[in-house]
Structures are given as structure tokens and as C-alpha cells.
């Protein structure tokens, strides 16, 4: 196979968020997410592999086999052709999206992160992780936030894209109505919010870390805009307690997640 055969023309083109929405389809790069796609049935469509991963890694082939998906050995330069990374893990793997609708989100739900116009694909990939490990229920991508199957994205979610339900839906306002409606309080993250994390254990906070939550935050620039700060239950602020002027939003996200998992106790 080289790198003018259709099927790496094609996989390639997987790479521009137009033709993911018309295929329905993305990249996953890494053994690592390669790992995570094949264990959920029905998402990976084939796999391209260096003859030095398939050495490497042979129970991602065995899994491949098990799974009855097309393995693939390619050289070097046709697996940089359809690599995203400025350095190839080796092995890329072509799945069907795994990205749903506000249905996704279970109806016993406690703990969601809303991410509203979020740009970077790095951050967005890195808060799907953190929300996955801190043992989120679901996140949401609402406004013009950045496609979470971008292939930096996908990378920066080191396979948790494929544990826990990721949503996309434009309407802000309507996933707020949907996460109330399963009972979840609405917290905006905001730096200049007067209340604070620390304010959880203070007597006539209204901060309620045990309760069913839905964490919203904003655009790595700008933060939220003041009509959907204004829209959440209450603005809470991560304290800054040394001189950093703030926190990287995935840093934040896992700061504030982290905490309504530790209140919530009997997750």
C-alpha cells in the first residue's frame, strides 16, 4: 500500500471536521486509544499499523482479529501520511463516531462538565481525561466549541473518549434545561466569582458540593460570556493561592471535578 492508495487518501481526509460530519467517521492515533476503541463493539472500521507496533503490540492485533477488523501493515511513510502527530505513534485506527445527542447523558447523572465554546482540541481532549478519571457521567460540548474526535483531541484524551458519554449540542440554554431535568444544580466556573471551592464547608455558602452537578466552563480566552454565567445556579471560583494570574481551564476542570467527587463520597 503507498500513500496514494484511496484508502489512505480517504483516512487522510478524516483529518478536516467536514468530512467527519459527512462520514460519521474520525481517527484514533496511539496504541493507547487504538487499545480503547477496539474494546467497545462496533466502533473501529480498520486499522493501519507499522510492522514495528504490530511487533510491539500484539494483543492490539489479537484484539483487531478477535473483533473481525481489518489490520493493515504499512510502512513508515504511508502511516506519517495518515497520522495527525508531528511524531507517529505507529498505529491509527479509522472508527465510527462515538460523539451522541443530550440523550446520551444518563437520567440518574451526578456529576457533568460542560465545556461552552471551547477552542483548543488539546484542552478539550484533556478535559474528556480528566473527566473520565475524576468518574464523570458525562461532558457536553455546547456553543462553537471545538469537534472532540479532532484528531489532537482524540490524542489529548489518551482513549477516554471511548469510556464515558461525550456529547455535542450547539443550544447552551437547552443542555442546561436537559441536565436540570435530571436534577443536576448548574455551577459556572468564574475567577471573580465571590464564592470559591474553599467555601463548600462555610455555613450560608449555598455552595453544595454533594448534590448532582453540572460544571460549566468557558472559553480558554475569555472565560464564560456574563449571560451564561448569569444562567448557572451559582459562579464559583477555583482559589489562587500563589501568584499565577489563573489556571489552565483543563487544570481547573479537574480542580472542580475532583472536589464534587470527593463531597460526593458514594460515587
Known sequence: MTVRSGRIKRARRLATRR????TGEFLAEGPQAVREALAVPDVV??????????ERHPLLHQAADAASVTWTVVDDEVLAEVADATTPQGIVAVCRTVVRGLEAVPDEARLVVVCH???DPGNAGAVIRCADAAGADAVV????SVDPTNPKAVRAGAGSLFHLPVVVHRDHDEVLDALRARGLQVLATDGDADV????????GSG?????????????EAQGLPAEVRDAADLAVAVPILGRAESLNLATAAAVCLYASARAQGDR
Open 45 to 54: 472500521l480498520e486499522v493501519f499499523a507499522t510492522a514495528a507496533v504490530q
Open 207 to 219: 455552595l453544595d458540593l454533594a448534590a448532582p452537578t453540572a460544571w460549566v466552563m468557558g472559553n
Open 19 to 22: 468530512f467527519r460530519a459527512e
Open 196 to 203: 470559591d471551592l474553599f467555601d463548600a464547608d462555610r455555613e
Open 117 to 119: 465554546d471551547m477552542r
Open 141 to 144: 460540548l455546547s456553543a462553537d
